[in-house]
């Protein structure tokens, strides 16, 4: 029977392709999973032809019968498109596509490639497996999309999986059957060995629906299907984290990539007795500030959780108004000052450049940012339109983006997903974000920046502040940077990453 090749584009951690890979194996079917290229932060290049050709050749010898692409963000849709010409002009194979920006547009996707599935596919892969190696025929998979003719089938959606313990764990340590399209060169193995980082989800899904996250829109396709937000028990995650620990032999850390991390009790108190026992890593987490009261900031605390990313996105009224996010400020600053009370570093996340944001919206997130206790890292975002979101609708009813805008049609997540001042935007925006650069720099007197604000002149011409707050963001970046080497955190990946994509320009928040 020929094989199956999955492909991850530009992301050697992806889950996606591990996971389909692990329930293709346990049930029997040839699979090979290759990592096309990697990924780094405002350092990206489109494919070369070489390294296209190096693909082509890779699928070749493998002798590979069907394609998957997994596509998990929009912005790789023409690149998507662009291997799918290939390899069906070169080599003659169907190709499909699954993945989130699939889940989310899948009518732009369905043009393009063999096939599509949408939505969790642990399932919809063995049926398309097991129609592969009979007749081939896919066309009435549930989940799956496809255009016959004149006619687009869409075939319905199968309910979510309600126990994500039946769901075979993603294998991230075996070698056998993996590649990494490096360039122009195959590097065969897990291209994660080695790394100093172990990545893990405890969940899927989640139980808010912020107006700017693709997550709602992943959710709206699943509307009556099933519980969106799922967790995995205890002890299926300690046991993948034992799993793949002899492999990873440098381990330092365990970062939990659940966009909203487990805040039940009871689970919490489980967690709290089995993972410092069994695992007693040092790991981060990221959650919401309305999940994260005293007592679950304390069990996650003391059970070894030092660093947490916690999204806060606007000020409370700018919240409400632009991403129906409910939460008040005062919930924002307790949850800082208790991270900080139990020892834990925060991390926090903001979004900036909507253009639907007044000028009185900025003031307000920089007068919280300006409460919390230091010290503390920031991550400013730049919101980018993913398809089918509900603030990409309201943006483009009011005409303030136009459908170019939206990811698939723009690329702007792989520039500027964390701000920079590499961007066109609006003085006052760069004004913005210059200050909230500076608001948790030690050496910054909060009242000087306070005084800055209220200067209609600076906002205008902002040039000075912006030259201040590159400066001690580049001070902040080496010493958070030699904060790593010294806990023995940064590895060759991160290292390559940082060297390749860092300018002093497009260096990220911190
Ligand atoms: C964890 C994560 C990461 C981790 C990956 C860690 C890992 N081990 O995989 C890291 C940090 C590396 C990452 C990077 C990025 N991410 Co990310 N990431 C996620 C997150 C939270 C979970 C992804 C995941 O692993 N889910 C679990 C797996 C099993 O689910 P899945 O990926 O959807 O795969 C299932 C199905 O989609 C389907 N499927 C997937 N592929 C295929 C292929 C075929 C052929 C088939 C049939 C089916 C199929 O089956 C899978 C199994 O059920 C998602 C949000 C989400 N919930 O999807 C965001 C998300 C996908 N990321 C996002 C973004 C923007 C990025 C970055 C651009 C950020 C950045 N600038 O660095 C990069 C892009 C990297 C890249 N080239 O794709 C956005 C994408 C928005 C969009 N549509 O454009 C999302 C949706 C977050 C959000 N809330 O908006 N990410
Ligand atoms: C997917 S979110 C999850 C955050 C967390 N659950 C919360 O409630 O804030 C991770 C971070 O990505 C950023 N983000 C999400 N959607 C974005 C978008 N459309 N454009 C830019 N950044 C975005 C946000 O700042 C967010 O904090
Ligand atoms: S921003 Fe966070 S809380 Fe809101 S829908 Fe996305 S993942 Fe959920």
């Known amino acids: 029977m020929p094989r199956i090749g999955l492909v991850a584009l530009y992301v050697v951690e992806s889950n996606s392709i591990r996971y389909l890979s692990s329930s293709l194996r346990k049930n029997g079917f040839d699979v090979d999973e290759i990592f096309f290229q990697y990924f780094t932060h405002h350092a990206y290049k489109p494919p070369t032809e070489e390294q296209i050709r190096t693909l082509i050749d890779l699928l070749r010898e493998r002798e590979i019968g069907l394609v998957g692409l997994s596509l998990r963000i929009g912005a790789l849709f023409n690149v998507a498109t662009q291997l799918t010409q290939r390899i069906k002009k070169e080599l003659g194979i169907p190709v499909m596509w699954g993945g989130a920006h699939v889940t989310m547009a899948p009518e732009d996707c369905v043009e393009k490639a063999d096939f599509i599935a949408l939505g969790e596919s642990e399932k919809t892969i063995l049926d398309i497996a097991r129609a592969h190696a009979s007749d081939g025929n896919v066309e009435t998979i549930q989940n799956v999309w496809m255009r016959v003719g004149d006619k687009l089938v869409k075939n319905p959606l199968r309910p979510l999986t309600p126990d994500l313990d039946t769901i075979p764990s993603p294998d991230f340590h075996s070698v056998a059957n993996k590649f990494w399209v490096r360039g122009e060169t195959v590097v065969p193995g897990e291209p994660l060995a080695g790394e100093k980082l172990f990545r893990i989800m405890a969940t899927r899904g989640c139980v808010y629906r912020c107006g700017f996250c693709g997550i709602s829109a992943m959710r709206r396709v699943y509307e009556g299907n099933g519980t969106f937000y799922r967790v995995r028990s205890v002890e299926s995650c300690v046991s993948e984290i034992e799993r793949a620990r002899p492999y990873f032999p440098n381990l330092k850390r365990i970062r939990f990539d659940d966009e909203l991390f487990v805040v039940t009790p009871d689970w919490l108190e489980e967690f709290s007795d089995v993972y410092p026992r069994r695992v007693g890593l040092p790991f981060d987490v990221l959650s919401n500030p309305n999940c994260l009261d005293e007592t679950t900031i304390r069990k996650l605390a003391e059970s070894g959780m030092d660093e947490i990313f916690v999204g806060v996105q606007g000020a409370s009224k700018h919240n409400r108004k632009l991403y129906h996010r409910t939460g008040g400020d005062d919930r924002i600053l307790e949850v800082a000052k208790n991270l900080k009370r139990f020892g834990v570093h925060g991390m926090f996340q903001i979004l900036i450049d909507d253009p639907g944001a007044e000028r009185e919206d900025k003031e307000q997130l920089l007068n919280v940012l300006l409460r919390f206790p230091r010290p503390f890292d920031l991550l400013i975002y730049s919101l980018c339109h993913w398809p089918g ?122």
């Open 389 to 510: 979101t509900d603030r990409t609708r309201e943006l483009l009813e009011a005409g303030l983006i136009t459908p170019d805008d939206v990811e698939g049609r723009n690329a702007k997540v792989l520039h500027q997903f964390n701000a920079d001042f590499t961007y066109p935007r609006p003085p006052e925006e760069n004004f913005f974000l210059a200050l909230y650069l500076l608001c948790n720099k030690r050496g910054v007197p909060r009242p000087l920046i306070r005084w800055l604000t209220r200067s209609r002149f600076l906002a205008k011409h902002p040039s000075p502040v912006i030259a201040a707050a590159k400066l001690v963001n580049t001070a902040k970046f080496v010493v958070k940077g030699i904060g790593l080497i010294l806990k023995g955190e940064a590895s060759i990946l991160t290292a390559r990453r940082w060297l390749e994509g860092q300018r002093i320009a497009t260096l990220p928040a911190v």
